[in-house]
């Protein structure tokens, strides 16, 4: 009742600041359909779940009827937007730069979290191995996310390399478990002794420990921080390239009232713990970014790292 109560309370307010009168749940006859995708970044049946919530709201703001969908992997959604199944899309930072180099994604919004609009990766460890330093974890099983993940894997790879840390010749075995909570419960299980995760320094509510603490009550004290990445540009609100302006402009201002809700902050937090969102005006302003002429360039850095690595992105983002 509770939640239908708080939907009820976002419907008024968006067709109230959109003046789009009374919301109907049926779709009009020739209304333009939108297909929304999330990155499955932690348990891919939550993420639906809230990913469908937004499109509900999404589509109360909009008039337009739109479908969320939670595709297998951070290549498939990536693949989906390329190949025109997938309008709208919340890539992570590096599946943004992929996306971008392979069918042209543009990036209208970056997420924010306390306000800022970047965070960092993590380095666990298990903790019976008592680890001080890097070199503690030689010949020991490590877990990634996903090969398109920065926090995930492209900064912390990028950190292991600036220490002189090959992965595959370091550790003594390497696997990607498909998301962070993943990577943190592997570590918990013993499945392996360390692996990499967002995390931002300073703050227990953001960090991928944070997202299974409730079914696994002492995961801080066998799970622990060994060190951070450099900062990471946040995760994006992604449309496909051939989108019409009008929709992208429309969506972007649905994006901004959906977050000034109270309803709307709390799926926009409980999906990727957003805060809110930021276009490339806010960023020169509010953010103090005035050498950006584009929301792109906020994500050199990014390139950079994947430049460190070796990594080949013409290669990386070829159709197989």
């Known amino acids: 009742m509770k939640r239908a109560v708080r939907f009820l309370t976002v419907v008024l307010i968006l067709a109230v600041s959109l003046g789009t009168g009374v919301w ?3 779709p009009a006859a020739g209304q333009t359909s ?14 639906l779940a809230t990913g469908s919530t937004l499109a509900r709201m999404l589509e109360v703001a909009t008039g337009y009827r ?21 309008d709208i899309a919340f890539f992570a930072t590096f599946s ?9 994604a543009e990036a209208r919004l970056v997420s924010l979290r306390q306000n800022r609009p970047f965070y960092h990766a993590q380095i666990l460890y298990r903790a019976e191995l008592n680890a001080k330093t890097l070199a503690d974890l030689r010949g020991k099983k490590f877990a990634f996310v996903d090969p398109a993940s920065a926090s995930g894997y492209l900064f912390p790879a990028a950190l292991l390399k600036k220490n002189g840390i090959d992965p ?9 478990a498909g998301g962070h909570d993943k990577v943190v419960l592997a570590i918990y299980t013993g499945s392996v002794d360390a692996g990499a995760t967002f995390g931002e320094p300073g703050d227990p509510t953001f960090e991928a420990r944070e997202r299974v603490v409730g079914q696994y009550p002492d995961v801080r004290d066998k799970v622990k921080v060994l060190m951070y990445t450099d900062p990471i540009p946040n995760d994006t609100v992604s449309f496909r390239r051939e989108l ?12 901004f009232l959906i977050a000034k809700t109270a309803p709307g902050r709390e799926t926009i937090f409980a999906l990727y713990q957003h805060e809110g969102y930021a276009d490339l005006a806010a960023l020169q302003s509010a953010h103090k970014m005035p050498k950006l002429k584009s929301m792109d360039e906020l994500f050199q850095s990014v390139r950079d790292a994947a430049k460190l690595l070796g990594l080949d992105l013409e290669q990386m983002v070829r159709p197989r």
Do not use: H, W
């Open 66 to 86: 739109v479908r969320a969908e939670v595709p297998t992997s951070y290549a498939a959604t990536i693949e989906a937007m390329c190949a025109g199944r997938v």
């Open 24 to 26: 109907s749940p049926q």
């Open 34 to 47: 939108l297909v929304l995708a999330f990155v499955p970044s932690v348990d891919a049946a939550r993420v």
């Open 168 to 176: 595959d010749r370091f550790f003594g075995q390497v696997i990607f």
């Open 244 to 255: 019409p302006d009008e929709v992208k402009d429309k969506v972007t201002k649905a994006m």
């Open 96 to 104: 943004y730069v992929l996306a971008n180099r392979r069918c042209g």
